[in-house]
């Protein structure tokens, strides 16, 4: 299994930014795949995640609204779809997959990682 992120810039305060993650090794109808990332000095905060269930995506709820996750089984390829970014949301985003349908509620309940994309948005 393998997830490599991309689409991490440096990016003014109210400004969009799309995230890709590339994926292979397994078949995405049997995985859930999640969002995170990781702000300097903070823990892993979790943002979405995507399966192949009635509902999906999921979105914490204080993100919901301005981040927007999508997938392209085509592509093998997770999306992340950002906007009215502020500084706050500086931070390392990391793809996540987990064998089964349900998202974990939390970074421990997946097993694959990718390495992350960096986010810096400045005010």
């Known amino acids: 299994v393998q997830l490599v992120e991309s689409g991490g810039v440096l990016v003014q305060a109210g400004g969009s930014l799309r995230l890709s993650c590339a994926h292979s090794?397994?078949?995405?109808?049997?995985?859930?795949i999640g969002w995170f990332r990781q702000a300097p000095g903070k823990g892993r905060e979790g943002i979405s995640c995507f399966s192949s269930t009635p509902g999906s995506p999921y979105y914490a709820d204080s993100l919901k609204g301005r981040f927007t996750m999508s997938s392209d089984n085509a592509k093998n390829t997770v999306y992340l779809q950002m906007s009215g970014l502020k500084a706050e949301d500086t931070a390392i985003y990391h793809c996540?997959?987990?064998?089964?349908?349900?998202?974990?509620?939390?970074?421990?309940?997946?097993?694959?990682w990718g390495q992350g994309t960096q986010v810096t948005v400045s005010s």
């Open positions: 996540a997959a987990t064998y089964g349908l349900g998202c974990a509620a939390g970074p421990y309940g997946y097993e694959y």
């Open positions: 090794g397994f078949t995405a109808d049997d995985y859930s």
